[in-house]
């Protein structure tokens, strides 16, 4: 009887023990900035807006890089290079083959945001501006004696969000959305389109597109926190 006792106050004393141990919580991860960030994201465009615009071509790719400058926390300046090609295929103008490559420079200013409660997903919005230089090749009217436009230049609008997932405190993996307006009119008479397809009335109108795809953040050179003045305490 002695040692049943024994027993049962022993197994009581264990589940109270196992039933006292706290549950340890991961600690949220520290907010860090950086002085650098590079970024690269590669997206696919889809024409909007103008109807002849996205009768006409089918977004391939667009690929992109830029470094940001933080100034102050998760606000930033920076740079971006994009190059983006578009197509006229086969299920859009029959028996034809035309491609439109894009190439945009422009400034940026944004702001990096940390979201959740672990600190280790960042949202991050920002607005591009600059220039943008379109290429066209493969165009072909039917009257050939006709020369058909081959290169413009126009100013660009960007704005743009991010979401990335921290793998570690620099660098992350995530999504892009990013909306692109053209200071460029539209024109499939221009192009000698009309030669090849009809076209509704509407036919002219801004370039624009929306592109989604994903991104990729890194960072360089984090920031010091600002040294505290400490009092100290003369006696006597």
């Not at 960042?122 to 220039?131: D, K, L, N």
């Not at 994903?214 to 400490?230: A, E, P």
């Amino acid at each position: 009887m002695f040692f049943s006792a024994t027993s049962l106050v022993a197994q009581e004393d264990d589940q109270v023990a196992v039933q006292e141990t706290p549950e340890v919580e991961t600690p949220p991860a520290p907010k860090r900035y950086y002085v650098l960030s590079p970024r690269v994201s590669v997206t696919v465009p889809h024409p909007t807006k103008n109807t002849s615009f996205k009768k006409s071509f089918v977004g391939i790719y667009e690929a992109s890089g830029g470094l940001n400058l933080y100034v102050y926390k998760g606000i930033f300046v920076g740079g971006t290079y994009k190059n983006g090609l578009l197509k006229i295929t086969e299920n859009k103008i029959n028996d034809y083959n035309a491609s439109l490559t894009i190439n945009n420079i422009g400034v940026k200013l944004g702001g990096d945001v940390y979201v959740g409660e672990k600190n280790k997903v960042i949202f991050s919005a920002a607005v591009t501006a600059g220039q943008s230089t379109g290429r066209y090749t493969g165009l072909v009217a039917k009257d050939k004696s006709r020369i058909l436009p081959t290169k413009y230049t126009c100013n660009y609008f960007e704005p743009e969000i991010n979401l990335f997932f921290l793998i570690e405190s620099n660098f992350g993996i995530g999504a892009t959305l990013s909306y692109s307006v053209f200071d460029k009119t539209f024109d499939p008479y221009e192009l000698a389109l009309n030669d090849w397809t009809q076209f509704p009335k509407s036919i002219t109108g801004s370039t624009q597109f929306y592109s989604f795809g994903f991104g990729f953040y890194y960072s360089l050179w984090k920031k010091k926190k600002g040294i505290k003045n400490k009092r100290v305490d003369n006696n006597g």
